[in-house]
């Protein structure tokens, strides 16, 4: 099997989905047990000002929930998938309007779905070893995962020596206090989850403090001056 080069230049859609990591540098990572709390969350978020929004398939019936966001047209902002772990998924995020595709590792048939679509694509990875395949596999962002509870800014620093052009998103444990500190060692944006859109708050309907929250986290981005280069 042929790799695609990560020198391939970005589609359109792709290259757009970039711009906008390295422009907001935050991704709001959407769970809740049923499909009306988690499109409602999703709305919180994006009143937060908060322009990319990851619907994972943990939420039931996740499409629905991509396909409805995107037909309500929110200025400026990009709707995706997480969690993504099949063809079958991919394909079904993708018919539903998804312009990216996360997930927590490398699938081949992921892979090769957000390819053949000409979508951003980024896959999970934590090692050298698996970011540098993810590369191979044609990620346009790798998800350095779980990085939040699992090495954190230091460890982003230690790999950002031997892989400089590798464009990382940190995940997986990320909060208001450690964005920051994830962009100083050269992350160019963080994927929030729990810290955010809590499904524990989404199931209890109070969506106005998922938007303060997400407030708090826009805020918070625009604190760090990008000082480390965007590596692309």
Do not use: W
Request: charged share 15%.
């Amino acid at each position: 099997m042929t790799h695609p080069s990560q020198d391939v230049k970005p589609s359109p859609v792709a290259a757009e989905v970039f711009a906008a990591v390295r422009m907001h540098r935050l991704v709001s990572v959407i769970r809740a047990a049923e499909p009306t709390a988690a499109l409602e969350a999703a709305r919180a978020v994006i009143r937060g000002g908060i322009a990319l929004v990851e619907v994972t398939y943990s939420v039931p019936d996740a499409p629905s929930v991509m396909r409805q966001l995107v037909a309500e047209k929110h200025p400026g902002v990009v709707i995706g998938a997480g969690t993504v772990l099949t063809a079958r998924e991919a394909t079904a995020a993708l018919e539903a309007g998804a312009k990216f595709l996360i997930a927590p590792n490398v699938s081949p048939a992921a892979a090769n779905a957000a390819r053949e679509a000409g979508v951003f694509y980024c896959p999970g990875a934590y090692t050298t070893n698996e970011i540098l395949h993810a590369m191979e596999m044609g990620a346009h962002l790798v998800k350095v995962y779980p990085v939040g509870v699992a090495g954190g800014p230091d460890y982003i620093r230690v790999i950002r020596d031997p892989l400089p052009r590798v464009p990382m998103l940190a995940a997986g444990g990320t909060n208001l206090d450690n964005i920051v500190p994830f962009y100083a060692a050269g992350c160019i944006a963080c994927g929030i989850g729990g810290a955010l859109a809590d499904p524990g708050l989404a199931a209890a309907g109070r969506f106005a403090e998922i938007e303060s929250r997400a407030r708090a986290f826009v805020a918070r981005a625009a604190t760090h001056e990008a000082t480390v280069p965007a590596r692309g």
